[in-house]
């Protein structure tokens, strides 16, 4: 999965000359939390966020009248408080890599390019998604977490199990298990019985964490 195939697109941006109490009018209208900002020839100069422009304030702010600090925040603009430094991702960087960059700079998102030029974001909120569907949380069916040795083969006999019972997998992930030399497996599975499955997994893993049947509240 690439970031293009989840980006948001195309992008809402704002110039660089707009007061920041009109960029916070545009976010709450818009309901999103950031905007890259652009110059007059479309190119990518800067990104701000909600919380940028809700600190905006005149530096002699502590000095002067309340009618005084609204009129001097009506003159600052989004050039004042942007970040400068962009990070952004090609929309063929893979969606997994654009979580890391966005977790490691403590960052909520990244403005996607394709060939130098703006084509769209990507935000934690898509991430999120992502990560619903990968597990299936949007489906009822049985959740099931299991322990297994990380050795090869041991995903096959799984989904082996589970297409003889009958069941379809639609949802999974995997992560490092008590040690390094287990991982814990996490399937969202229809179309089969919790008890049969339970009896067709036991003799192919460590242990079962945790099964259950969940249903959607709506």
């Given at each position: 999965?690439l ?27 818009d ?18 966020t ?13 000095t ?29 960087t ?69 297409n ?55």
């Open positions: 999965m970031v293009g195939e989840r980006m948001k697109h195309p992008v809402l941006t704002i110039a660089p000359d707009v007061p920041v109490q009109e960029a916070l009018a545009r976010l709450r209208k309901k999103v939390r950031r905007y890259p900002v652009v110059d007059k020839r479309g190119k990518l100069i800067g990104i701000v909600d919380s940028d422009l809700m600190n905006a304030s005149p530096s002699e702010a502590t002067l009248s309340v009618w005084e600090i609204n009129f001097l925040l009506s003159k600052i603009t989004v050039e004042r408080v942007m970040a400068k430094d962009v990070i952004t991702v090609d929309d063929n893979p969606i997994e890599e654009a979580a890391r960059i966005m977790a490691d700079h403590h960052i909520g998102g990244l403005p996607v390019m394709r060939k130098g030029r703006l084509v769209g974001i990507i935000t934690e909120t898509d991430l999120f998604n992502i990560f619903l569907e990968l597990f299936g949380a949007r489906s009822e069916g049985i959740r099931v977490t299991v322990e297994v040795p990380d050795q090869p083969g041991k995903l096959f006999d799984l989904a082996g199990a589970i003889s019972l009958g069941g379809n997998i639609v949802g999974m992930g995997a992560v490092q298990g008590d040690s390094s030399e287990t991982r814990f497996v996490t399937f969202k599975i229809t179309g089969v019985e919790l008890e049969a499955l339970k009896k067709g997994f036991k003799p192919l893993v460590e242990k079962i964490v945790d099964i259950r049947y969940e249903k959607i509240s709506t």
